[in-house]
């Protein structure tokens, strides 16, 4: 389990993608960010996080009031079950398998695209755990870029009709998360954890 120290470390070296998210909306004209309170489109369909950023999630629900705790849990714990027969990996241990196929992730990630996260309070579409989630939550809604380059377009709402150039103008540099990265594979060493394996939060929870 990681200490409170190791779990200030990882919201800390995180923080960097919430100040790259806020440089991009700056540079966003009106009417090109739909993101607002409220708006969970991107908290519906689970997606793969690292084990450290699971050690981050399972921090944040710990802290949660005991009644919510109990509906994150028993969402978690229902989609970890249901899902259970396309995990493409230990489906016990709730950890991703490395050499798993594309074809393999796409058909489990297929089988959970219309779950939402079990962190997700409706009907007011906050994030139970916000100062704890994954970086991936932290930086959607813009592009990605790497080197110059979009590798991962920006949410359907955002940005409508614009093309590449604009994209890549309103992205997140993924390379400025390198120090997140590096935290993150210390973390993992700390805690005899494989670097590069894989889970979701739905697993982070119950694991």
Request: aromatic content about 6%; hydrophobic content about 40%.
């Amino acid at each position: 389990m990681a200490s409170e120290k190791q779990i200030e470390r990882l919201k800390t070296a995180f923080a960097v993608a919430d100040g790259a998210w806020a440089e991009a909306a700056g540079k966003s004209a009106p009417g090109e960010l739909a993101c607002r309170a409220g708006c969970f489109g991107c908290c519906v369909g689970l997606f793969e996080i690292s084990l450290p950023e699971a050690a981050l999630v399972r921090a944040g629900v710990a802290r949660l009031p005991e009644d919510v705790r109990r509906d994150v849990v028993r969402r978690a714990t229902r989609i970890a079950e249901e899902s259970a027969h396309a995990f493409p990996g230990d489906a016990a241990a709730g950890v991703l398998d490395p050499d798993r196929s594309e074809e393999a992730d796409d058909a489990y990630f297929e089988v959970i695209a219309d779950r939402a996260c079990p962190m997700l309070d409706l009907p007011s579409g906050s994030c139970r755990i916000y100062e704890y989630r994954p970086v991936t939550c932290r930086t959607y809604g813009f592009a990605w870029s790497k080197e110059g380059s979009v590798i991962h377009p920006p949410c359907g709402l955002n940005l409508p009709g614009a093309p590449i150039e604009r994209q890549l103008e309103t992205s997140i540099d993924v390379g400025r998360l390198d120090e997140a990265g590096d935290v993150a594979v210390d973390l993992a060493a700390a805690l005899d954890l494989e670097p590069g394996d894989e889970t979701t939060v739905a697993h982070a929870v119950v694991g």
